[in-house]
């Protein structure tokens, strides 16, 4: 079966950086589609960003140009590089597989 273990969230000051991983084993990685989602306190789960099998990316408004995911088949692993963090990104962060399976969510808090 699918397994999804995420990693890489903490503590960070508004301005910092943080890259969050999310290692899948169970499955032919480079054939699946990926994302990363969010879910702040008191708010819906929102899509971050998504990179397909074919590596083509996207991402939400609020994020762009900060945020980057990317993938490395050979370690079954997709990464979400997240830069200029502001306090509105505190959030649990959860990897998605294929738009079904989810990892059990990593904190990321950003202080001001």
């Known amino acids: 079966q699918v397994r999804l273990v995420e990693s890489g969230g903490g503590l960070v000051q508004a301005g910092g950086s943080l890259r969050l991983s999310c290692a899948v084993s169970g499955s032919i990685f480079s054939r699946n589609d990926m994302s990363w989602h969010r879910r702040a306190p008191g708010k819906q789960r929102e899509l971050v960003a998504r990179?397909?099998?074919?590596?083509?990316?996207n991402y939400a408004d609020s994020v762009k140009g900060r945020f980057t995911i990317s993938r490395d088949n050979t370690k079954n692993t997709v990464y979400l590089q997240m830069n200029s963090l502001k306090p509105d990104d505190t959030a649990v962060y959860y990897c998605?597989?294929?738009?079904?399976?989810w990892g059990q969510g990593t904190q990321v808090t950003v202080s001001s």
């Open positions: 998605n597989f294929q738009g079904y399976l």
């Open positions: 990179i397909t099998s074919g590596g083509s990316t």
